[in-house]
């Protein structure tokens, strides 16, 4: 492993930032779910359907050990989604909630987008500020 391999060390506001952000756009994954399907948006609610989510999202932060990149989409955000689809489901069907096949995909599109979409936009505008900073 050389220097460049090693990450600096990262605030850690910024990882708690990181973390942050991923459990809102769980919770509002699992609001704009039950919106969509006119059931309560009640805080138990909204609970039961973000718990497995944030579950599953954790787990990808900690295989993924997020707090060296927390907003690098390789592999932060991939191991945040999966996780999240992954062991979500798993805890979905272990509740007895349901992993009807349409819910799994549109689960695994709109969490790849909120998950690695946010850090690959982060990624872009830091790429730019540097740019524009060099030039």
């Given at each position: 492993m050389t220097?460049?391999?090693?990450?600096?060390?990262?605030?850690?506001?910024?990882?708690?930032?990181?973390?942050?952000?991923?459990?809102?756009?769980?919770v509002?994954?699992?609001i704009?779910?039950?919106?969509s399907?006119t059931e309560?948006?009640?805080a138990?609610?909204?609970w039961?359907t973000?718990?497995?989510?944030?579950?599953?999202?954790a787990?990808?932060?900690?295989?993924?050990r997020a707090?060296r990149?927390?907003t690098?989409p390789?592999?932060?955000?991939?191991?945040?989604w999966?996780?999240?689809?992954a062991i979500?489901?798993?805890?979905?069907?272990?509740?007895?909630?349901?992993?009807?096949?349409?819910?799994?995909?549109v689960?695994t599109?709109?969490l790849?987008?909120?998950?690695?979409?946010?850090?690959?936009?982060?990624?872009?505008?830091?790429?730019?500020?540097a740019?524009?900073a060099?030039?």
């Open positions: 220097t460049t391999d090693v990450p600096a060390r990262i605030a850690p506001a910024r990882i708690a930032l990181a973390a942050v952000v991923d459990a809102v756009l769980i509002a994954f699992a704009a779910g039950r919106s399907h309560t948006l009640d138990a609610e909204i039961a973000a718990w497995p989510f944030l579950v599953g999202g787990a990808g932060w900690l295989a993924a707090w990149r927390p690098a390789w592999p932060t955000g991939v191991a945040a999966v996780g999240a689809v979500g489901m798993l805890l979905r069907a272990a509740s007895g909630q349901g992993t009807a096949v349409p819910f799994v995909i689960a599109l709109t790849a987008m909120l998950l690695v979409g946010w850090r690959a936009v982060a990624a872009l505008v830091t790429r730019q500020r740019r524009r060099a030039g």
